[in-house]
Structure formats: C-alpha cells, structure tokens
C-alpha cells in the first residue's frame, strides 16, 4: 500500500518570496509521483509529474519539484509566488504499472500568498 | 482545450435518498474514475472503470455505491440510499491509455440532510 505525508497543513508566505512545499511518500513499490493545484471553488489541476528520467521536473506557472528516492520525498518549490498561486496544493502517487491506477493523495498544504 | 465535466454542481438531498451524479470524461480517455473529499480532509479515490467494468475500488465503494457507463459519453455514480457521512465534494477523472495523468472535473458538492 501507499502512504502520503504532507508534512505542512499551511504555508503563509510573502510575494515575491521562494516556497518550497514538503511531500514525502511511503510505498512498497514503484510510483509515479504527481502533484495537483486546487483554487477555490475548482476542480484538481495537475501542476507537474514524476514517471522516469530526469529527477527534477518542471511544471505550469514556475513550479518545480525534485525527487529523491533515498529520502522518499517529492518537495514542490516556486522562486518567486505571486498572489495568484494562493490555493490548496496536493502530492500524489500511483503504484507503477498497474490497471486502474488509482491516486493516492496527501492531505494537501494550503499556500498564503499575500503582499 | 477538452475537459471533463461534472452535473450538477451542487446537490442537497435528503438522508436515505439516491443521487446519480454525472460526469463527461474527454471523448478519447479510456479510464475513469471517482474520487470525494469530505470537507477539511484529502482526497480518497473511490473507483476506477476501464473497459466498461470495475478495474479498482476501495473499501468505501461499498454496496450502496455504483457505477455506470450508459452511453458513450457519460459516466456516473449512483448512491442508493445517502449517509450524512455522505456528504462530500465528488471529482470525477479520466485518462487516456497511454498517459498516467489524470484529469479531474470540477466536483459536485453532495449534501445530505
């Protein structure tokens, strides 16, 4: 089975500022990693993805994450926020490889974005 | 840009009722899915459908839940008989074959009374 830590509830942060949000997994296989944006009053918007290859990836909007499999984590992280990416912030995972694939998601971390 | 889209947007019913809630997935995603979130929690994956059955539950899909693909656009979930602990925001999600990403509608908000 896997498991999914959102180690931060809420992130307050000023604009302009970097941010780094912390995601850390458990899992007895193999996983696909995925973190997902929620703004109030919508639906789940992917942000950036982890299959293979290069470990730090590149999403939408300038958030980057990086993943470390000795340390099982996958921390998001933005240089610069602005306003606008004051929303709900999900980890994911799905076991590699397997029929239906369903995620498993952290708790979320809200980001506070204010001037 | 396609989207999956979710009917309607918000449903009160009462306690002991049964609610459908409706979803179109993108025209040439092959794998669906359900998800809720219950207020102030995370979101749990309820059941995926490919290939017009269950591929994957857990164990909150119990009996009085299903799933239904009846035409070639709409996907849905049916409560038979609704739980105050039913209350929740439900996101439907699709994906192709190829991709594992998934994409989610915008929720219904199911409130039982």
């Known amino acids: 089975a896997q498991s999914v830590t959102q180690l931060d509830s809420q992130v307050p942060v000023f604009e302009e500022a970097p941010v780094e949000l912390r995601c850390n997994y458990s899992s007895s296989v193999s996983v696909y990693l995925f973190w997902y944006v929620q703004y109030p009053n919508q639906g789940l918007q992917l942000l950036l993805k982890?299959?293979?290859?290069?470990?730090l990836v590149k999403g939408i909007n300038g958030f980057e994450a990086e993943f470390n499999k000795s340390q099982t984590s996958f921390h998001l992280r933005k240089p610069s926020v602005h306003i606008s990416d004051t929303a709900e912030y999900f980890c994911a995972v799905s076991p590699l490889n397997q029929a239906g694939t369903a995620l498993i998601f952290g708790k979320g971390t809200t980001l506070s974005v204010s001037s | 840009e396609p989207e999956v889209t979710q009917t309607p947007s918000h449903q009160v019913t009462q306690m002991g009722q049964e609610v459908i809630l409706r979803c179109v997935p993108i025209?040439?995603?092959?794998?669906f899915y359900w998800y809720r979130q219950i207020l102030g929690q995370k979101v749990e994956f309820l059941v995926s459908f490919y290939n017009n059955e269950i591929s994957e539950k857990s164990e909150i899909f119990d009996d009085q839940f299903s799933v239904e693909r009846p035409d070639g656009s709409n996907f849905t979930l049916k409560i038979r008989s609704t739980k105050l602990e039913d209350s929740a925001m439900y996101f439907c999600?699709?994906?192709?074959?190829?991709?594992?990403?998934?994409?989610f509608g915008p929720g219904t908000r199911l409130t039982v009374t």
């Open positions: 999600a699709s994906r192709t074959g190829g991709s594992y990403e998934q994409y």
């Open positions: 025209s040439n995603h092959l794998y």
């Open positions: 982890y299959l293979s290859g290069s470990t």
